[in-house]
């Protein structure tokens, strides 16, 4: 008996409205041409599924039901995408060939990481540097996240190296599968399925990710909260977006916040000021407060290694890293 029904769109990650008449709807069939030529996807391979307090009132093979609410949720799924579960599945087993088949090609690898989780599972290890208390570079807390696996295998009795060494880099091509698949789901959310197989397609075979996705190396860390905020953010879901770019500021390498910028300017735009103010904050205390605790009994101090890294390559004084990397003036690059 209604006359005018407002639908509620969600379609690759934009909120849409659109208004039809109620009286007029012979059939979900019909409705959904409706939405496709509002959408301009008239003819596209699409599944319509009307929804209201996540009861099914309607399918494809069914007459329109009656309305239990005057709003309704109107989800398109496209036919032809390829199943979470699969993308996942593909994902898994290429980095699981990764990490037992590449060698590492970073030196830091060796001594900035691999030598302090040695120490932190077994006792004693070389120390580098940047964990000197003086300068205090490095988090353990980052390192302890990878120590934590060699600690849970002796709780079990396994105590050899070789299989603590691959059970590490295996946890890693495993996250890092998770984090690929996520992003993955966020590109065809956004921009449709074709791109996301185009997406998942270049994942599996880039030869530098191949390597890089089961390296031991904080950027490593970084490229997996830049994947799983910028699939969060295409989904939609900006808060916890936020959150992975702290936990890749935090735990990884802080340089790579500078990806993050358009993300924090959307929600500067979007939710308002004391809202991005609030999600930062509460970001940050969540992975920079425990970081700080685990840096502070192996240090015996407080330390913010993170923000040090920063001032140190950031700086061009004498005992500066930025010595290291050229003391140029900015004209040079013209």
């Not at 494809?60 to 599945?89: H, M, N």
């Not at 946890?171 to 921009?191: D, I, K, N, P, Q």
């Not at 599996?204 to 905020?229: C, R």
């Not at 500021?249 to 939710?271: A, D, N, Q």
């Amino acid at each position: 008996g209604r006359t005018m029904t407002e639908l509620k769109l969600r379609h690759r990650g934009r909120d849409l409205q659109l208004k039809v008449s109620a009286k007029n709807i012979k059939s979900v069939w019909h409705l959904k041409e409706i939405v496709a030529e509002h959408l301009g996807t008239v003819g596209a391979n699409v599944q319509l599924m009307v929804k209201t307090t996540g009861k099914i009132l309607a399918s494809e093979e069914k007459d329109f039901g009656p309305y239990e609410k005057e709003e309704l949720i109107v989800q398109l799924r496209d036919k032809e995408a390829i199943r979470i579960s699969t993308a996942l599945s593909a994902l898994v087993l290429v980095r699981l060939v990764a990490s037992f088949v590449t060698s590492i090609s970073d030196c830091d690898e060796t001594f900035n990481y691999w030598e302090p989780t040695h120490y932190l599972i077994y006792g004693f290890g070389q120390q580098t540097w940047e964990y000197s208390p003086a300068y205090s570079l490095r988090s353990y807390g980052y390192i302890s996240l990878h120590a934590s696996i060699g600690w849970i295998l002796g709780l079990f009795g396994v105590v050899d190296k070789i299989c603590v060494w691959y059970a590490i880099r295996a946890s890693l091509g495993v996250f890092s599968a998770l984090c690929e698949t996520l992003f993955f789901v966020g590109v065809r959310h956004r921009f449709g399925a074709k791109i996301s197989k185009l997406t998942l397609l270049f994942m599996l075979t880039a030869a530098g990710t191949f390597h890089a996705n089961v390296a031991f190396l904080p950027s490593t860390f970084s490229m997996y909260g830049v994947l799983l905020g910028y699939g969060l953010w295409f989904s939609g879901r900006r808060k916890a977006a936020v959150f992975a770019g702290a936990f890749s500021v935090i735990m990884g390498w802080p340089f790579v916040g500078l990806l993050f910028i358009p993300l924090g300017l959307e929600v500067l735009f979007t939710h308002g000021l004391l809202t991005t103010i609030s999600w930062s904050v509460q970001s940050i205390v969540v992975f920079l407060g425990p970081s700080m605790l685990v840096d502070f009994v192996y240090y015996r101090g407080w330390k913010v290694a993170v923000l040090n890294i920063v001032l140190y390559n950031a700086t061009s004084g004498e005992d500066g890293g930025g010595q290291l990397y050229g003391a140029e003036t900015w004209s040079i690059y013209f």
